[in-house]
């Protein structure tokens, strides 16, 4: 059963860094487009970051430009979301996500999800 674990989460004060790693099983996802999403209590799941799998192009979303790089390492099966100048706005649960077609912000597009880490700013 393919898989995607996500590890990393953590409380942290605001201006603080973590590193989430989304690391796959089950099957491999390294000609994959991977995405990471996050969802905060009482929010929609909204869209973070999302890297393709042979180019590097990546995307972000305006609220985490300049603070946060999604960067994959496909002989490890893994892709990590770099979180730097973290804000008490950026507390949510963070999944990573796998799509077979496409670089896209589009979460219906994507077809595996792993279960989440949660990441708690304090101010």
């Known amino acids: 059963q393919p898989q995607l674990v996500e590890s990393g989460g953590g409380l942290v004060q605001a201006g603080g860094s973590l590193r989430l790693s989304c690391a796959a099983s089950g099957r491999t996802f390294r000609t994959w487009y991977m995405g990471w999403f996050r969802q905060a209590p009482g929010k929609e799941r909204e869209f973070v970051a999302a890297i393709s799998w042979n180019t590097g192009t990546t995307y972000s979303a305006d609220s985490v430009k300049g603070r946060f790089t999604i960067s994959r390492d496909n002989a490890k099966d893994t892709v990590y979301l770099q979180m730097n100048s973290l804000k008490p706005e950026d507390t949510a649960v963070y999944y990573c996500?796998?799509?077979?077609?496409?670089?896209?912000?589009?979460?219906?597009?994507?077809?595996?999800w792993g279960q989440g880490t949660q990441v708690t700013v304090s101010s």
């Open positions: 996500a796998a799509n077979s077609l496409l670089l896209t912000m589009n979460s219906d597009s994507y077809e595996y």
